[in-house]
């Protein structure tokens, strides 16, 4: 079974601070991908990437910053929290190929004060 | 880039009736049509795709249509169950590229 996991399901954190939201998969994907989730937007791709140390804008990077130091590890980070920022967060991770089903992680509800 | 548009946005049906999702897309290079189901509180998994040389696809109650020539697919949920209720997510993939683009999805409610 393909195993997508995220290092927190609820987090608060407070205007400014650095946020670290962590991704790790078991299945040797070579992509993964981060979204944020907001009601009535549906699913909006962030970063992605498709190898170590290699990373792809979104279409909504601005205040996002990804790090992919491991194949099976990919991190998001808000240099400096907002409150517009409040959201869910989804990780993703998929084969390269043709047939790239997009398995997500549980999702983080992040809340910014 | 892809522009992907679902509708409609909430949907209401009795159990045993069925569901019709719609969705368009701009880029006629897209090749691969997948659907992803997400129940509440739930991550979202993919319940059936189809690609660009398919004009449709069955899995027991859900099937999936697609009309090139307009650039437009949908999902057709027959015999709904109360455990159908969710949200549905179309995609969107071009070809050659890994990323997907998401309509907004279809928050589907199935009454008893």
């Known amino acids: 079974d393909v195993k997508v996991t995220q290092s927190s399901r609820y987090l608060v954190k407070r205007t400014g601070e650095k946020v670290f939201l962590e991704c790790v998969q078991d299945?040797?994907?070579?992509?993964m991908f981060w979204y944020r989730q907001d009601p009535g937007l549906g699913l909006r791709l962030i970063y992605f990437?498709?190898?170590?140390?290699?990373?792809e804008k979104g279409d909504i990077p601005e205040g996002y910053s990804v790090s992919r130091e491991k194949k099976e590890r990919f991190s998001l980070i808000l240099e400096s929290a907002s409150t517009n920022q409040t959201s869910m967060y989804l990780c993703a991770s998929s084969f390269r190929g043709p047939n790239n089903e997009q398995f997500f992680g549980p999702g983080t509800r992040l809340t910014v004060l | 880039g892809e522009n992907v548009e679902q509708h409609p946005s909430t949907l209401s049906v009795q159990e045993g009736d069925s569901a019709v999702i719609k969705c368009t897309y701009s880029?006629?290079?897209?090749?691969?049509f997948p659907w992803y189901k997400q129940e509440l509180g739930k991550r979202p998994q993919l319940i059936i795709d189809?690609?660009?040389?398919?004009g449709e696809k069955k899995d027991q109650r859900i099937a999936v249509t697609l009309n090139k020539t307009a650039k437009h697919f949908s999902l057709h949920i027959t015999e709904t169950q109360p455990e159908d209720s969710a949200v549905y997510f179309c995609?969107?993939?071009?070809?050659?590229?890994?990323?997907?683009?998401f309509g907004k999805g279809t928050m589907l409610l199935v009454s008893p």
């Open positions: 990437s498709y190898d170590v140390k290699m990373k």
């Open positions: 880029d006629s290079a897209s090749n691969y």
């Open positions: 189809i690609r660009s040389n398919v």
């Open positions: 995609a969107a993939r071009e070809s050659g590229y890994s990323t997907l683009t």
């Open positions: 299945m040797d994907h070579e992509n």
